[in-house]
């Protein structure tokens, strides 16, 4: 199967607080990667490093065979086969949830306009919005803003997926609709990392689970084994607390 990212020996500071610590991962086609653990593990900042929204100082991160430091032209391939869903959602306000889809398409991709639109409105369907086409984003409730937002990356046709806590910012009873579409990209074979304290998700639809603590991957294991039989007693005890 074919590896899609390839992570050794990263390291990445703000100033003196070293914040991840010679981070080795693999992530191959088709994987579910949920990343968990406590606040200020480095889980968010792993993920930023992964198409250099934040930059490290140590390592070599690749990407869909593209070693990203090494060049603009490897990073510019990396962020337009790579789709990000962070947790504020980030769309423009100003223009309507069909022209926030549609947007990057046109400007990145080069698409035709209609065929452009035509792409946005099969997304919008297919994240359950077909009655939003023309709303704005500050109509929208933050489960729908987060879908929008889901759709937008997926308009790039990427070849994976990173989503930065895309629940976090939502009431609970607006949780699920995001997470069920997250479950039919997984199903689809979407390649997917995503930051997150959903537990009930990560046993659903993960078939990997990862756990950071204090900027080190303590315990990366297939997610039966993640829940059942964790190695370390530091994730024994995270577990304990949140299951």
Same mark, same amino acid.
């Given at each position: 199967?074919?590896?899609?990212?390839?992570?050794?020996?990263?390291?990445?500071?703000?100033?003196?607080?070293?914040?991840?610590?010679?981070?080795?991962?693999?992530?191959?086609?088709?994987?579910?990667?949920? !990343?968990?653990?406590?606040?200020?593990?480095?889980?968010?900042?792993?993920?930023?490093?992964?198409?250099?929204?934040?930059?490290?100082?140590?390592? @070599?991160?690749?990407? !869909?065979?593209?070693?990203?430091?090494?060049?603009?032209?490897?990073?510019?391939?990396?962020?337009?086969?790579?789709?990000?869903?962070?947790?504020?959602?980030?769309?423009? *306000?100003?223009?309507?949830?069909?022209?926030?889809?549609?947007?990057?398409?046109?400007?990145?991709?080069?698409? *035709?306009?209609?065929?452009?639109?035509?792409?946005?409105?099969?997304?919008?369907?297919?994240?359950?919005?077909?009655?939003?086409?023309?709303?704005?984003?500050?109509?929208?409730?933050?489960?729908?803003?987060?879908?929008?937002? +889901?759709?937008?990356?997926?308009?790039? /046709?990427?070849?994976?997926?990173?989503?930065?806590?895309? @629940?976090?910012?939502? /009431? *609970?009873?607006?949780?699920?609709?995001?997470?069920?579409?997250?479950?039919?990209?997984? !199903?689809?074979?979407? @390649?997917?990392? +995503?930051?997150?304290?959903?537990?009930?998700?990560?046993?659903?639809?993960?078939?990997?689970?990862?756990?950071?603590?204090?900027?080190?991957?303590?315990?990366?294991?297939?997610?039966?084994?993640?829940?059942?039989?964790?190695?370390?007693?530091? @994730?024994?005890?995270?577990?304990?607390?949140?299951?």
């Amino acid at each position: 199967m074919e590896r899609v990212v390839r992570i050794r020996g990263l390291h990445k500071s703000f100033g003196k607080l070293h914040v991840l610590k010679n981070i080795d991962l693999d992530v191959y086609e088709s994987d579910v990667l949920v !990343l968990c653990g406590p606040s200020g593990a480095g889980k968010s900042t792993l993920l930023r490093c992964i198409n250099m929204l934040e930059h490290y100082h140590e390592g @070599t991160i690749e990407v !869909l065979g593209k070693d990203i430091k090494s060049s603009r032209a490897n990073l510019s391939y990396v962020r337009k086969n790579s789709g990000m869903v962070f947790q504020h959602f980030n769309l423009f *306000p100003h223009i309507s949830v069909m022209d926030n889809v549609a947007l990057a398409p046109i400007h990145v991709k080069k698409m *035709p306009k209609d065929q452009a639109y035509e792409k946005a409105k099969s997304l919008l369907d297919q994240v359950g919005l077909s009655a939003k086409y023309d709303a704005y984003p500050g109509q929208l409730s933050g489960g729908q803003k987060q879908r929008v937002a +889901i759709a937008r990356a997926l308009a790039m /046709d990427p070849k994976l997926m990173l989503f930065d806590e895309p @629940t976090s910012a939502l /009431d *609970p009873e607006m949780i699920k609709e995001v997470l069920d579409v997250m479950i039919k990209l997984a !199903l689809g074979g979407m @390649t997917m990392i +995503i930051v997150s304290h959903e537990m009930g998700f990560a046993r659903e639809v993960a078939n990997k689970v990862g756990f950071l603590d204090d900027g080190k991957i303590i315990e990366l294991t297939p997610k039966n084994e993640f829940f059942t039989n964790p190695r370390s007693e530091r @994730t024994k005890e995270f577990l304990s607390k949140i299951l």
